[in-house]
């Protein structure tokens, strides 16, 4: 379905991403908005945030070690995440990564080819990274970032079968913490349409250092570590999200 060209209220910046969107899919994005913020508000009146609760019984936090111990993983969807520290220098206080493993994974995709000497996982160790969510010091989430395969020791995924793949993550039960795992769940949804825009710019960034550095294996090339990146705001997505709605007549 088309749109008309939008103009939205004064101070509501609309992104490109979000205005290409049909009404089902806007609606889709402006209900995981809810969720988010009834996550937040559920952990807020706590006075607590979701990085502590990930944190709550881990005692020292160390650079680059996993939280919590173990990662957190859905036996069902076969999604799974952890929480981690390592870019001093960035503004962030550590990111999530967010994963699908192979149970979940949609039928019929398969690692993008590979020819280098560091096999991926493949078949049932297959993993499949979706995106990394930047937080900062107060437990809300800034910014969305993909990497390169070596990063997470991902099997990597085209960004076609990447993006197929979004939908199925969900964590959906009480540890470490139910509000925390719904949490980042519907955050994903609400910023699907920038994800889906990474996940292809991750693709580019690849093949143009590739092409660039075509003595190298770009899979695990330690020089190429973020290949893409942006600032986000959950009120600013929201406030798109309804101005186009209203827009619209929803």
């Known amino acids: 379905m088309q749109f008309d060209p939008v103009s939205p209220p004064s101070g509501v910046m609309i992104p490109d991403c979000l205005a290409r969107l049909t009404d089902a899919q806007l609606i889709a994005v402006r209900d995981a908005g809810d969720e988010v913020l009834t996550c937040l508000g559920a952990i807020g009146r706590a006075s ?3 990085i502590a609760r990930i944190l709550k019984h881990a005692g020292q936090f160390y650079e680059n070690a996993h939280y919590p111990d173990g990662d957190v993983f859905d036996q069902i969807s076969g999604s799974q995440y952890y929480y981690h ?8 206080h550590g990111h999530f990564h967010t994963f699908v493993r192979a149970r979940g994974l949609p039928e019929g995709i398969t690692p993008a080819p590979y020819a280098g000497a560091t096999p991926p996982p493949s078949g049932d160790d297959a993993i499949c990274h979706l995106i990394a969510v ?3 010091a107060t437990g809300l989430p ?3 970032f ?21 939908e199925r993550f969900s964590i959906d039960h009480a540890d470490p913490c139910w509000a925390t795992n ?5 955050l994903l949804r609400l910023f699907r349409p920038q994800i889906e825009d990474l996940i292809r710019q991750r693709d580019d960034t690849i093949a143009g250092w590739q092409s660039d550095h ?4 770009v899979f695990e090339d330690r020089a190429l570590e973020v290949t893409s990146e942006m600032s986000i705001d ?10 186009l709605l209203l827009q619209r007549g929803n």
Do not use: C, K
């Open 48 to 50: 607590t945030n979701p």
């Open 85 to 92: 520290a390592h870019r001093s220098g960035t503004g962030e």
């Open 134 to 136: 930047s937080m900062n």
């Open 142 to 144: 800034v910014g969305l």
């Open 146 to 166: 993909t990497t390169n395969r070596w990063v997470t020791a991902e099997s990597y995924f085209s960004a076609s079968d990447t993006i197929r793949t979004l």
């Open 182 to 186: 719904r949490f980042l769940t519907a």
């Open 214 to 217: 075509p003595e190298t294996d």
């Open 234 to 243: 959950i009120d600013e997505q929201i406030a798109a999200a309804d101005a």
